[in-house]
């Protein structure tokens, strides 16, 4: 096994995808130099090393958790050590990996747009439109998924025995996370229970059970 353990048509097939994301719908700002070099650091100093990240490197999922793994090389994550290369790029990128009966919950990237690429297993997906439509489909090895920029969308890996391991490209450095239920049912400060009651139909003690589920 070598320093990554996916094979280079995977990898070449994700930086084609990486690039076209890049050029077609990057939502950073554009640089109007080589790359940015971060503040406190000499430039005669960065090597090749400023551009490589070990981010993705090694990732084990956690399959005691009913959620997907994902492990972002970004401009702020992994927090010990981000990938200050990407900054003003428009591009970052996801190692997903979904153990059997794990799901990646609605959530939308406010700041760029997702492709997805299956690199082993059979993956459902679905978004949601501004008119409310549902769009779903089942990804296979090789396949790639897009989900435009701050719509909802969703993972689920319906299989049993199998894990499903993906990449996801994104338009931005730092596309952003927001998930629907730990925003509405875990914020730093909890939002009215009567708002939540009335806007989606349930009982307080349900709101309450939300927030024990999600704290």
């Known amino acids: 096994m070598g320093r990554f353990p996916y094979s280079s048509f995977a990898l070449l097939v994700f930086v084609a995808v990486a690039l076209t994301l890049q050029s077609v719908q990057a939502s950073d700002p554009e640089l109007t130099k080589d790359f940015q070099v971060p503040a406190g650091i000499n430039a005669a100093d960065i090597d090749g090393t400023f551009f490589t990240s070990e981010a993705l490197k090694n990732v084990m999922p956690n399959v005691a958790s009913p959620f997907a793994t994902v492990t972002t090389a ?7 050590a981000p990938f200050l290369a990407v900054d003003g790029l428009g591009v970052s990128m996801a190692l997903l990996q979904f153990p059997p009966g794990t799901v990646n919950p609605p959530h939308t990237h406010p700041r760029g747009t997702e492709l997805l690429f299956i690199i082993e297993g059979t993956l459902d997906v679905g978004l949601v439109d501004t008119t409310n439509k549902l769009f779903t489909n089942t990804l296979y090895k090789g ?12 993972q689920i890996n319906n299989d ?21 239920p730990n925003t509405l049912f875990n914020t730093s400060a909890p939002i009215s229970d009567k708002v939540l009651e009335i806007s989606f139909g349930i009982s307080g003690d349900v709101v309450k059970a939300l927030r024990a589920q999600f704290a």
Do not use: M, Q
Not at 143 to 154: C, N, R, T
Not at 168 to 179: I, K, M, P, T, Y
């Open 74 to 80: 970004n401009l702020v994550a992994p927090a010990k």
């Open 143 to 154: 396949d790639i998924f897009a989900f435009p920029k701050g719509l909802v969308h969703f």
């Open 160 to 180: 049993k025995y199998k894990t499903v391991t993906a990449l996801g490209g994104f338009s931005s450095s730092n596309a952003g996370l927001v998930r629907l």
